[in-house]
């Protein structure tokens, strides 16, 4: 469990370290998770290696979500004034989520 935190956790770092020295406009923690995924798809780490904590970080993953819930909190005024551009852009993306997810899943299942 320890060896897959610390892959975790050191590929966060990389991707935050590439963040802070190139001043790329892409947040860190988005480097460091498509390195990670780079890693594993050319076997570079082996999934068993990050398996275990990964395992148990998606099974508290909601937690991770209570800072932004709370941080809505202090935009409650902006999003009640602008509700209804705000419900219907979250309906659309999320609409149009679900059309290219079961579109991408229909094309690659027939492989």
Known sequence: MLKSLIYI???LLLGELIHYLLDIPV?????GMLLIFLALLFKLVKL?????AS???????VVFFIP????????AN???EYWI???TAVVFSTLLSLYITGFLFQKLDKK
């Open 78 to 80: 902006l999003i009640a």
């Open 68 to 75: 932004y819930g709370v941080g809505l909190m202090v935009y």
């Open 27 to 31: 947040a860190g923690n988005i480097i």
């Open 9 to 11: 956790f050191g590929f």
């Open 85 to 87: 551009p705000v419900t």
């Open 48 to 52: 068993e290696d990050v398996k275990p």
């Open 55 to 61: 395992d148990v970080l998606v099974k508290y993953m």
